[in-house]
């Protein structure tokens, strides 16, 4: 196939297509002509890729797995704690601005002191009291 029928198939622009291929990911075959021609195990590799890729899985762990080097497996579980060590973080960051929310911007010294001060006036955020 065609590298405008590979992007048609893969939705890859020809850059990406074409950069995969320089990272050894393909190998398409050339015609007499010179021009490349895919295969359909191409077109799967790209599709692999692009939803690893999808996933945030560097592209040294894309090719460690497509050469072997590495078990997909592995790559997958260690996507997986990761994903479990941001999301316990975004868990932390919410409930510590539940709680500062709650409490107002007073526990960082933004409040307003008097109706005549305005040196702290513009320092109060959107929780301030």
């Given at each position: ?17 074409r ?106 955020g959107?929780?301030?009291?």
């Amino acid at each position: 196939m065609t590298i405008k029928e590979m992007e048609e198939k893969t939705g890859m622009s020809r850059t990406n297509i074409r950069f995969y291929e320089s990272e050894g990911l393909i190998q398409p075959n050339r015609r007499e002509n010179g021009y490349r021609e895919y295969s359909e195990t191409d077109a799967q590799i790209l599709m692999k890729v692009k939803l690893l890729r999808s996933m945030d899985v560097p592209l040294d762990q894309v090719k460690a797995a497509a050469f072997g080097e590495k078990q997909l497996c592995d790559i997958l579980t260690e996507l997986e704690a990761e994903l479990d060590r941001r999301q316990a973080h975004q868990e932390r960051t919410r409930l510590a601005l539940r709680q500062l929310k709650q409490a107002g911007t007073r526990i960082l010294g933004f409040v307003y002191r008097s109706e005549g001060d305005t040196t702290q006036k513009k320092y109060q955020g959107k929780y301030g009291r």
